[in-house]
């Protein structure tokens, strides 16, 4: 993964030019000034499972952060860092699509912000980041399970592709690479932690 030096101000550069005069880009330029984003260490593993158990208000997404690491599942787990503390967390992991089709896919998840932190553009930071790095990885396209209403500002759109939820508008793509996914018929499947953690 390159890039990694938390340089604060290189998340600016890539935000979209619709949020450039909004609220939201405002509150992310605050955000990025007084905080750092760098890859997971070991010694913030302890936080990081606090933060993921307090911001999701159960163990399983926590659970699940472990059980990805034991694994070596994990792409891209980045914290956000204020000071010395972390304040957040995301991390992705590979993405299978059957029938296969030789393309590069991640899915997100989880993400999570301190409750105390949240609402101050630190979980957008945070998704900026991580979608610099599979950029720059030549990822094709990646996944989420989430709030469309949150991720339609990255560039996520919800997926023609079928996932092991039944979910409808939640299951949300983007395609890195353009039109990656369009000719694709199939089913996206998570690594098998997911499953059995129940998740
Ligand atoms: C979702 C989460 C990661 C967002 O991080 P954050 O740092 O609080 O978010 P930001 O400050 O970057 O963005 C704030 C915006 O997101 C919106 N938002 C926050 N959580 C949301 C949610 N669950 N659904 C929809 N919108 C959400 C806020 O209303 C605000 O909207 P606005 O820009 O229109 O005012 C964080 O609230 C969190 O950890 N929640 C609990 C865990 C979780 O639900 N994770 C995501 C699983 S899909």
Redesign the pocket.
């Known amino acids: 993964m390159t890039g990694l030096v938390g340089f604060p101000w290189m998340s600016f550069m890539t935000v979209r030019r619709d949020v450039h005069t909004s ?2 880009f405002r ?2 330029l605050i ?1 990025c000034a007084a905080m750092m984003i760098r890859e997971e260490r070991q010694p913030d593993e302890v936080a990081v499972e606090r ?1 993921v158990r307090e ?3 159960k163990q399983d ?1 926590a659970d699940l952060v472990a059980r990805l690491r034991e694994r070596g599942s994990m792409r891209y787990p980045l914290v956000a860092c204020e000071e010395d503390d972390v304040v ?1 967390f995301v991390v992705a992991s590979p993405i299978t699509i059957d029938p296969p089709v030789g393309l590069k896919t991640l899915g997100i ?7 105390s ?11 900026h980041r991580l979608i610099e790095h599979a950029q720059a990885d030549g990822i094709d396209a990646l996944f ?4 469309p ?3 339609q ?1 990255f560039g996520f759109v919800t997926s023609h592709l079928a996932n092991e939820y039944g979910a409808t508008d939640a299951f949300m793509h983007r395609e890195l690479t353009p039109d990656a996914l369009a000719p694709i018929r199939g089913a996206a499947r998570y690594v098998d932690a997911f499953r059995e953690i129940g998740v």
């Open positions: 609220k939201r509150r992310l955000a933060i911001a999701f208000g997404e957040g998840a989880p993400l999570a912000v301190d409750p932190t949240q609402g101050n553009g630190v979980g957008s930071a945070l998704m989420l399970l989430g709030n209403a949150y991720y500002r």
